[in-house]
């Protein structure tokens, strides 16, 4: 589909929505995040592959054995803590983690 034929169809659509919940609709659009898969850009793709190539390189918690972290602490906690690199891996890759 070509921009013009869809900014007609994001019209219609919008056309029948009612008035006083059109500003509702239009401020999730600018702030959801709901909608940014459908918005890939060349600079999200490229972190995205830097991020699949470190995951291969580096151990599942991204802590390499330079690095100090406070493990033994989050362990000891009532609840234990997980570290996890949010660069490294989604919301989604944690759940299936």
């Not at 600018?30 to 940014?36: G, N, P, Q, T």
């Not at 060349?42 to 995951?55: E, P």
């Amino acid at each position: 589909m070509d921009f013009e034929t869809g900014r007609s169809e994001v019209l219609q659509l919008l056309s029948r929505l009612s008035p006083s919940e059109l500003p509702k609709l239009l401020d999730w659009m600018k702030s959801s995040d709901d909608l940014d898969h459908l918005v890939d850009d060349n600079n999200k793709v490229i972190l995205l592959s830097i991020a699949d190539d470190l995951r291969a390189q580096l151990p599942l918690d991204a802590m390499l054995t330079s690095e100090t972290a406070a493990h033994l602490k989050m362990q000891q906690r009532a609840c234990p803590t997980a570290h996890v690199d949010s660069f490294l891996y989604s919301d989604e890759q944690c759940e299936e983690l």
